[in-house]
């Protein structure tokens, strides 16, 4: 109805009887009026919210110089010239340093010896031995004899064992001859001193009462004399045994003290009262007698305590006296005679009379009394002084004695110490002098230099001693004196580090353009022997140095030291040595600071790495790195350098050539930096961003910056820093921050370190989405849906189709012969209803369904007729009111409406359809056919002549739709441009379906496109719908159901994946479109919140991709959202007329629709044959291909086609004849290579037979003739040639020159043209048979032919002039003289002399009888011999020969045969023209070269280094893949590198031209990279020497490579796409840019590179396989991430960042069954969301706040499978009896209750509760894992023998050891009783039943016992009547039970009742119907376990948590070699 309403304008419509019966009118009068506003349609504007993604900052690469800081120093200065012989500077030099900065200041020291003093050094024996052993030896004549012997000890008997030996024993003999003499004379001094000791005591006497009589002179000294001694001798006064003997003077007052303190008690009493009594007396003077004689008595008789009683009564008792005396006391203190005190009183009196009264001694105060009046004069005063003189008297006489006593013996001692000590010290002396004498003649030996040996060191010893400790195990020594040694001559370095203050630093952090002053701070020396040269120092964070020393051989020491550690490291030569023959002589350094990677370039150009690492320095990374293969022979490597922060290395070559070296990838980048000259250094700055080249060009240097991102492409720049001198070091480095970077120098004579500030820009493009405009509400409108009976389908047909369409089709142009639209009912009835309800029809359709319908409907004239008068008028003659129609017209218009399918996607693959049908024979005969072959064989059915003939010229513009599945993308496609695509709820559209509208202007296409995101796509199938969408269309409208789907980024996953396969920049024509993002049913008040929602996602979606996002790429950066209102509402269709105007707002990018239809077909080509190539060169190489298999017609008749009817030449895009003159005549043109010379002597000759002077032949000269015949040969040969190469150009106009395909149509045209031109010249000979001239082709065959019958055409001369008659001319065509019938009828006749030669005319034309020769007329006679022009040896080596003869007069002597020919007539050997040359015997000439004098085009292939052409070729293997589980076919993509033809043109006279051959004279000709991807084989598509770091392809089928799949068995499959894989199947169906998204979340496997397994050990992206994995399973292997995998491979990773984001995280899948898909719908996978080699999580630590941990380790957002699996009533039914009671099996060791169950039941019993205990602990930690996870499982415990005790009943909430706690205190004992055990478990179950939890008994026992098989019926049978079946586990802990299988196959007899209540359990549970609620995976059936751990039983039905790994596996390079 849809196609009838829109092809007829005039309807009738024939109704039966019947259906007239059935019909049901409605009511006109019930009309509802429609009351809703009306809303301007410019209101919905604000639904399209219009976004752009665009470039925000476009930063270009530069470097600006500033001048840096200045900083001086008086250590940077000129130093003078060095004395040492070595040639080394000694002037500052700056470190090197990324981060850090300093200076090195040199200093030579010469040699010297430097002492090493020793004071009371301390040694240890083996140190001292080898000083004394070794060195030369100079021991002080002063060296004691102890120290000597120490010596000899220690080392000198072993240096001198002789003349030690003879002075150890002369010592001895000293020792002991004085030993004797000492003896001796201490005897005789002994007896002298018994004879002076009377004298001694007698003068001890005198001395002690002398001194007692002094100090109390009142003694008498005759009281104390002495006895007489008895001896003659006078006795010696004390003073001479002072004199003798000082110490006596010393023992006299220690001992004297006796006899002056006074120790008599009475006697203290008496003196404590006088010496008070006097300062009381003295103290009081002036004081009334009344108070002071009390006082004084009262000391006078009791002392101080008693003269204290007394002071207090006198004022205490008496308060009146108290006031007197305080009256008297004031006056006697304010008067004269006391001092004034402001405190005074009796007391304090008495206080300080006793304190002076202490001071006084027991001599004084007998001194003071005698001096004292009262003490004289009263008489109690006076008795108290006398007693006190009794008492010391009589001390006296008792003391005296005893202390002479004391003092005589302390002397006598002191005589015999000091008798002793002088007769040692005498006979000391002598020995000492005797064994010094002797120690001097060891001494001198020793030191003598004859015996010295030749040491560099010389020990001079002045005493040494051993020390004393005893806790050492070695003896050690301290040592006096010092040790020289001779030091070489060394260099001193001194390290300056720069330093910045915190100022400073801060600055740099806020303005990275200020400049620091940095300071000196402390100073860091080491020193380097002399000769040893500095290769390489650099200052590091943390103060650390890197310093690489050369010594004299060539080895190399690498020091990494702290600056304080760093001479102790060169002193201990802690470094790694490098050999020199291991890394040559001429070696290059490089060093990452980042890294810390060292590198080393030895001259046979190996690249040695070392890493560093904290605790074994530098270690090697791998083998070394062979670099020769890169490099030609001679070529040497000057410099190299990292690239700061990466793993690349800078090298540049003795040529000038910078190339940068990855170590990941072990390849060089493609790009190559072509340097002016060898710089003299280069330098990578900190920042990473680009290389600073030194190069010298007098008399300064240069530097030229190089950024990395744009390597090798750009010229550098050049920085403007002046003053650079050359030879002047510079350092590049960093200050604070690695961006801010500054170029150091040292300005010696301004003793200053200057820098310059480079301030580095790098290229970088930021994106950013936004939107244009701002948007408003608008409303809701409801609606509803009438239908009705038969007459209603016209209101089906406006329902699902368009009434007035947005975009109205403009095809009729014939629109006065139209009628008015009408519809006629014949009927039999009810004539008048049929109007009426039509338009009552029509006004509830457009109330409900809110089209418009613009008057439409309502012009539409209704009406009804019966039969007769319909037939009547029918058959009447008269004319019918009928529109008429242009055929054209009318039939495209019709076609137009139908839509055609023109693609389907199949097995990850694009197929296009011919004539919108899939053919299984076409696709397998375009199996393996090249793109050009494909485009021939698709075809769009009738659109086809509507785009390349009737429409050619209109504009295209396309439309697609696209979305979701049934979101109405074909409904809102046909509302928009007037089409008729299928739609409905369910999925109707497969693949891709074309409409076209024509409008007046310009045809738009629409494109229906399935839906996105099916079940029945790939995503490979969708990325191929999105990029044929994206890439042709000018808008894309994408329907979303927002309601359903929030996920944009999966939504637009496929958009994303294609931004990456074919690049907008070859396809300038392709990806103009704008995206317009339709939300489906969107409310007024959602819309813009949901629009902001939307903008947000998009936002994120470009900030994470950047210049990679789909907007940009796929839309030049250009997309819309609408929130669309719901359908059957006003605004709903309004908001087409918005979305056409997007679309007429659009760029047109198809000017021409033939030009539309050959894009679109090359685009579908190129997707079917996955060719990623340029779409223009695409589309180039079909249209010269498409012209050069027309060439041919088209040169030889001017037309494109002959048959099956002659087709003119035409412009193919637009249909349009060429208008150029030219002639119908056919030329010859050799087609396929074949000469064919019959035909083109035919073709030649009917050209002159068209000629119409072709009659006047020997009416003229012959050549004149023939002139004129060449002539016009050429003249219509050009105007042919004209035509087609105007034909070519407008063929060729719209692509750009360049094209390799284009140029080789352009060469073969011109070839053709020569050959046309050639075909058509004449040979111009003479006619072998007369004398006219051959006008056959030069290249004919055979003798010339002049194509005459060769006779004279004239009449006879002599008969015209004789007798007027007219006879013939008997003569040949072209003869010379005259016309004459019968010669000798009219001259002589008689035979020339000259006949037979070439020309001889045969008879003399001379008078009849003349007397002389006989002549013809003949000119010239030939000589007729063969041309000499023969035997020459062509380019093409073939062999030349004239085939002419001579034509030299015979009479003429000549020495060489020339023909008639004036010009050579050799072809030229560069086309086939003929030589120009004027001579034709040149050819003759040595080195002759036949050139025609044209240009001709260079025919050889281009030699520029790179690829001129990449050409993408599908092979197809019908055969297909064969792999260990299955076969199938599929199609191989792979490339071809093309060398195409030299674009040079060749100049005139030359047979090559100047310069490199190249296929194309544009200077920015492309020639690509010569890298090819290693799996695929695909080339890289950048330029050769690129700059960017990676290479960029396409990619194809990965035929390098082959499975490897990680499972144990080889035969193990993975499943990919739904195809399996096994390990060595071949990789060739799978594609490098979509394996690994069809994979998900992988690894890749690569060989080890390591040479220890361990080094891959804790690394982000390496793990190494310890199993042996196919193939070559002998070399290790890694697990690498997706990553490093394309790191290492060198090409850009085609995969979006949010991919590779996915594929960095773990593979690890959860395996809880909720994620499992079904036959309705996908899996739903939850994966880990932890990096993909991370340690394992702790299930048993704090679980996470979202997710869960799995058991082994993994991380999952999703809820614990554990928690959500089947709940479960766990009856645990275990044997306790005596049997269990064994000790044959025991509990489970190192478990948390091990020791608590070993300690109650170390039995079986005991192993039946740690079984119980592991089962518990491991649920318990299943869950525990789960945040917020309760256990829903039931526990029940029964322990039996031969009686059941319930332990536990339906417990939910006890952990395991509350559960072990409660079954600990049963002990094993009694009989066993399975029967009451079972009946009790029944019990147990029945009465707990629950139907969320299904039934679950564990039955424990070693099995010795017997139960009914009823019994277990029973049991089971009442599970399965309660509605569940029971899971019934026996585990038997039975003799064997561990063993079972070792008992050759026999059955363990102890278990056999178990086993059979298993059996009879699991028989009821199959027959048990199955709980329809219960997922089948929940059932676990009954089992019978041999063994002791039921850990596994539990993870069996409880399905502890473990994550899934699908089988991990990788495509593999089959030729992988190991780097």
Not at 522 to 530: D, E, G, M, N, S
Not at 588 to 593: G, K
Not at 1566 to 1585: M, T
Not at 1809 to 1838: E, K, P, T
Request: proline share 5%; charged share 25%.
């Amino acid at each position: 109805m849809r196609y009838l309403t829109r092809m007829c304008d005039q309807i009738v419509s024939l109704v039966s009887s019947e259906h007239a019966r059935r019909m049901v009118w409605s009511d006109v009068g019930d009309d509802d009026q429609d009351d809703e506003d009306c809303i301007d349609e410019d209101d919905e504007g604000d639904r399209i919210i219009r976004c752009v993604v665009q470039r925000t900052t476009e930063q270009e690469e530069s470097v600006q110089v500033r001048e840096g800081f200045k900083m001086a120093s008086e250590q940077i200065s000129q130093m003078e010239p060095s004395e040492c012989r070595e040639k080394c500077s000694i002037n500052p030099f700056l470190l090197s340093g990324e981060t850090a900065q300093g200076f090195v200041t040199v200093e030579h020291q010469p040699p010297r010896r430097v002492p090493e003093t020793f004071k009371g050094c301390s040694l240890s024996d083996i140190q001292l031995q080898d000083y004394l052993t070794s060195d030369s030896l100079d021991l002080s004549e002063s060296l004691d004899e102890q120290g000597l012997v120490t010596l000899v000890h220690v080392g000198l008997e072993k240096r001198f064992p002789q003349e030690s030996a003879n002075w150890k024993h002369e010592s001895t003999a000293i020792q002991e001859r004085y030993k004797k003499i000492f003896d001796e004379m201490m005897r005789k001094a002994k007896d002298q001193l018994a004879k002076v000791a009377e004298s001694l005591s007698s003068a001890a006497h005198n001395a002690v009462v002398d001194y007692v009589v002094a100090s109390y002179p009142f003694i008498d000294k005759q009281a104390f004399q002495c006895a007489s001694t008895g001896t003659e001798d006078p006795p010696a006064s004390f003073s001479q045994i002072i004199d003798a003997y000082p110490d006596a003077s010393r023992v006299f007052r220690l001992n004297i003290q006796d006899c002056s303190v006074i120790s008599d008690p009475e006697f203290k009493d008496t003196k404590a009262r006088l010496c008070l009594l006097v300062e009381l007396i003295s103290r009081t003077k002036g004081l009334d007698n009344r108070i002071r004689d009390p006082i004084l008595l009262a000391t006078l008789n009791g002392g101080l305590r008693e003269a204290e009683k007394v002071a207090k009564s006198l004022f205490v008792d008496s308060p009146s006296g108290f006031k007197w005396f305080r009256e008297l006391w004031e006056k006697f203190m304010y008067s004269g005679t006391a001092p004034r005190t402001d405190t005074y009183s009796i007391e304090s009196v008495l206080q300080e009379a006793q304190k002076a009264a202490l001071k006084i001694t027991d001599s004084e105060i007998f001194r003071i009394v005698g001096e004292k009046k009262n003490f004289q004069t009263k008489p109690h005063l006076v008795q108290l002084v006398e007693n006190g003189k009794q008492k010391l008297k009589s001390h006296l006489e008792y003391t005296i004695p005893r202390v002479v006593t004391k003092i005589v013996s302390s002397i006598k001692a002191i005589q015999e110490v000091d008798c002793y000590a002088k007769i040692k010290a005498e006979c000391s002396s002598q020995e000492d002098q005797e064994r010094h004498k002797h120690r001097l003649q060891l001494i001198q030996h020793v030191n003598n230099p004859s015996t010295r040996v030749q040491s560099r060191h010389t020990l001079r010893v002045n005493a040494v001693e051993e020390e004393k400790k005893p806790w050492a195990r070695c003896r050690t020594y301290k040592l006096w004196g010092l040790r020289e040694s001779e030091e070489d001559p060394t260099t001193c370095y001194t390290v300056h580090p720069m330093n910045f203050t915190q100022e400073d630093k801060h600055n740099l952090q806020l303005d990275p353009s200020s400049i620091p002053l940095p300071r000196v701070g402390f100073r860091h020396p080491f020193q380097l022997p002399l000769g040893h040269i500095i290769l390489r120092a650099q200052l590091l964070e943390g103060e650390k140095l890197l310093l690489i020393v050369a010594d004299r051989v060539g080895n190399i020491s690498v020091y990494l030291e702290t600056l304080t550690a760093m001479r102790g490291a060169i002193q201990r030569e802690r470094c790694k040595l490098l050999r020199r023959e291991k890394i040559g002589q001429d070696f290059h350094l490089a060093f990452d600071e980042s890294k810390r990677v060292l590198g080393v370039v030895s001259s046979d150009k190996l690249l040695h790495v070392f890493v560093y690492d904290d605790v074994r320095g530098f270690q090697a990374q791998g083998s070394a790195i062979n670099l020769s293969t890169w490099y030609g022979e001679g070529v040497l490597i000057h410099h190299a350098c990292f690239i700061c922060g990466s793993e690349e290395m800078l090298l540049v070559d003795s040529q000038a050539q910078a190339r940068v070296f990855s170590m990941v990838t072990m390849q060089f980048r493609p790009a190559v930096l072509n340097l002016p000259q060898i710089p003299i250094g280069v330098h990578c700055t900190p920042d990473g961003s680009c290389i600073l080249a030194v190069q010298s060009r007098e008399p300064e240097l240069t530097i030229t910056a190089y950024h990395w991102s744009s390597f090798g492409s750009t010229e550098g720049i050049t920085l403007n820093i002046p003053d650079l001198s050359i030879g002047e070091p510079l350092v590049v480095t960093s200050l604070i921050r690695r961006t801010a970077v500054h170029l150091l120098k040292l300005d010696l004579s301004a003793r200053r370190c200057q820098s310059y500030a480079l301030d580095i820009t790098r290229r970088h493009t930021e994106f950013m989405f936004r939107e244009r405009v701002n948007r408003s509400s608008t409303s809701k409108r409801a609606h509803d849906t009438a239908h009705n009976c038969l007459i209603d389908c016209h209101s089906e047909v406006w329902t699902r189709f368009p009434v007035w369409a947005a975009v109205q089709r403009e095809t009729i142009s014939s629109a006065s012969l139209r009628s008015q639209r009408s519809l006629v009912f014949v009927t039999d009835r009810d004539f008048d209803m049929f109007a009426p309800h039509f338009s009552q029809m029509i006004h509830s359709f457009e109330r409900t369904t809110k089209k418009p319908t613009g008057n439409v409907l309502k012009s539409v004239k209704v009406s009804a007729t019966s039969f007769d008068l319909f037939a009547q008028e029918l058959c009447d003659d008269a004319s019918w009111s009928l529109s008429q129609y242009r055929a054209g017209e009318w039939i495209v218009n019709f076609l137009c409406l139908i839509p055609i399918h023109i693609a389907v996607t199949k097995d990850n693959r694009f197929i296009p359809l011919k004539d919108g049908v899939y053919s299984p024979s076409l696709e397998r005969e375009l199996l393996g056919a090249g793109i050009n072959r494909i485009v021939d064989n698709i075809s769009f059915g009738w659109y086809e002549s509507l785009f390349q003939s009737y429409m050619a010229t209109k504009p295209v513009r396309v439309v697609s739709s696209m979305g979701e599945q049934s979101v109405g993308k074909s409904y809102a496609l046909n509302h928009l441009v007037d089409t008729s695509f299928a739609g409905s709820a369910m999925r109707t559209t497969e693949g891709v379906w074309m409409s076209v509208t024509p409008t007046e202007k310009e045809l738009i296409v629409a494109l229906d496109f399935e839906g996105v995101h099916s079940i029945e796509r790939s995503a490979q199938e969708d990325t191929l719908l999105v990029l044929f969408n994206t890439a042709i269309s000018n808008l894309v409208l994408f329907r979303n159901n927002f309601a359903l789907s929030r996920d944009i980024t999966g939504l637009f996953q496929s958009f994303q994946s294609s931004a990456t396969v074919l690049d907008p920049k070859e396809n300038p024509s392709l990806f103009q479109s704008t995206l317009v993002i339709i939300i489906k049913d969107v409310v007024e008040a959602d819309k813009v919140e949901i629009g902001r929602e939307f903008s947000l996602k998009f936002e994120k979606i470009v900030q994470d991709e950047q210049e990679a996002n789909f907007i940009t790429r796929l839309h030049a950066g250009r997309l819309n959202i609408i929130p669309w209102p719901v359908i059957e509402s006003k605004e709903f269709y309004k908001l087409f007329t918005k979305v056409k105007r997007c679309l007429d707002q659009q760029p047109v990018t198809h000017p021409a629709a033939g030009e539309f239809l050959h894009e679109m077909k090359t685009l579908m080509a190129k997707l079917k044959a996955n060719d990623w190539g340029a779409m223009s060169q695409t589309m180039a190489s079909h249209r010269a291909q498409l012209l050069l298999s027309m060439l041919p017609n088209a040169l030889m008749y001017g037309l494109q086609e002959i048959e099956p009817e002659p087709e003119p030449l035409r412009n193919i895009d637009t249909d349009t004849p060429i208008q150029h003159p030219d002639t119908s005549l056919q030329f010859f043109l050799a087609v396929g290579g074949f000469s064919q010379p019959e035909t083109r002597e035919q073709a030649l000759t009917a050209l002159r037979n068209s000629w119409d002077q072709h009659g006047t032949r020997q009416h003229l000269p012959d050549p004149e003739w023939a002139d004129i015949l060449s002539q016009y040969l050429e003249q219509i040969i050009n105007l042919r040639i004209d035509h087609v190469r105007k034909w070519l150009t407008q063929n060729l106009s719209r692509f750009q020159t360049g094209h390799a395909s284009i140029e080789e149509l352009r060469r073969t045209f011109e070839n053709a043209t020569v050959d046309l031109r050639s075909n058509v010249q004449l040979c111009r000979l003479q006619c072998a048979s007369c004398q006219l001239l051959c006008i056959q082709s030069r290249f004919h065959d055979g003798p010339h032919h002049c194509r005459t019958d060769h006779v004279c055409i004239h009449q006879c001369d002599f008969c015209k002039e004789g007798t007027g008659e007219s006879r013939a001319c008997s003569m040949i065509g072209g003869h010379a003289g005259k016309h004459i019938c019968v010669v000798n009828a009219h001259l002589c006749g008689k035979p020339c002399k000259f006949a037979g030669k070439f020309g001889c005319l045969n008879q003399c034309t001379k008078v009849t009888d003349h007397p002389d020769e006989h002549l013809c007329a003949a000119l010239v006679h030939g000589c007729g011999e063969p041309c000499d022009l023969r035997g020459i040896k062509l380019a093409d080596r073939l062999i030349y020969a004239c085939p002419g003869t001579c034509r030299i007069p015979s009479d003429v002597a000549h020495f060489r045969h020339r023909c008639e020919a004036r010009l050579c007539s050799i072809t030229c050997q560069l086309c086939k023209r003929l030589c120009s040359d004027q001579d034709h015997m040149h050819g003759l000439e040595e080195g002759a070269t036949h050139l025609c004098g044209e240009e001709h085009l260079c025919s050889v292939d281009c030699s520029v280094p790179g690829i001129c052409e990449i050409e993408t070729a599908p092979y197809s293997i019908e055969a297909t893949f064969t792999g260990r589980h299955e076969t199938f076919q599929y199609t191989k993509y792979s490339q071809d590198a093309k060398r195409l033809k030299c674009a040079k043109s060749i100049p005139p006279g030359q047979t090559k031209h100047d310069g490199q051959h190249n296929h194309s004279l544009d200077k920015k000709v492309v020639h690509f990279c010569q890298n090819r991807c290693e799996n695929c084989g695909y080339f890289c598509i950048l330029p050769l020497g690129h700059p960017q770091q990676e290479h960029e392809t396409r990619h194809g089928s990965m035929s390098r490579t082959r499975w490897v799949v990680d499972e144990p068995d080889d035969a193990a499959a993975l499943e990919v796409e739904g195809r399996k894989f096994s390990t060595n199947d071949e990789g060739a169906p799978m594609m490098c840019n979509l394996v690994c998204q069809a994979m998900g979340r992988h690894v890749h496997i690569d060989y080890c590179r390591a040479d220890d397994p361990t080094a891959c050990t804790g690394r982000e992206e390496v793990q190494h396989v310890a199993k042996r994995l196919l193939p070559d399973p002998d070399r290790p292997k890694d697990y690498i991430t997706h990553n490093l995998f394309w790191k290492k491979s060198g090409f850009k990773d085609p995969y979006s960042k949010e991919e590779q984001a996915n594929f960095a995280k773990c593979d690890a899948m959860c395996s809880g069954p909720e994620h499992a898909g079904d036959a309705g719908t996908l899996p739903q996978p939850s994966n880990c969301i932890l990096p993909m080699f991370h340690q394992p999580s702790d299930p048993r630590g704090a679980a996470p706040a979202i997710g869960h941990i799995s058991n082994d380790g993994h991380h999952f957002t999703c809820r614990n499978p554990v928690v959500m699996q089947q709940a479960y009533h766990v009856i645990f039914v275990a044997d306790r009896s005596g049997s269990m009671s064994s000790k044959d099996k025991k509990p489970l060791p190192n478990t948390p209750a091990s020791g608590r169950i070993s300690s109650r039941s170390n039995n079986r019993f005991g192993a039946v509760l740690s079984s119980l205990y592991g089962f518990w602990s491991a649920r318990a930690a299943a869950i525990g894992s789960s945040a917020n996870a309760a256990r829903r499982d039931a526990y029940s415990v029964i322990l039996f023998n031969s009686h059941v005790v319930p332990v536990i009943e339906n417990d939910f909430t006890s952990n395991p050891d509350q559960l072990l706690d409660a079954v600990l205190p049963h002990a094993a004992n009694g009989g066993t009783n399975f029967t009451a055990a079972i009946t009790n478990a029944a019990g147990v179950m029945e009465r707990h039943w629950n139907t969320e939890r299904s039934p679950v008994i564990v039955f424990l026992s070693d099995g010795e016992c017997q139960i009914a098989d009823q019994t277990m019926q029973d049991l089971c049978r009442a599970s399965g009547r309660l509605g569940k079946a029971l899971s019934f586990h026996a585990v038997s802990f039975g003799r064997g039970s561990q063993n079972a299988g070792s008992n050759n196959g026999r059955q363990n007899v102890s278990s056999t009742s178990l086993r059979r209540m298993v059996e009879i359990a699991q028989d009821t549970q199959n027959n048990t119907p199955r709980d329809p609620l219960a997922p089948a995976a929940v059932t676990v059936m009954s089992s019978y376990t041999d063994a002791l751990d039921t850990v596994q039983l539990a993870e069996t039905f409880l399905g502890i948590a473990e994550s899934l790994r699908k089988p991990r596996g990788s495509l593999m390079q089959l030729n992988s070699r190991r780097t």
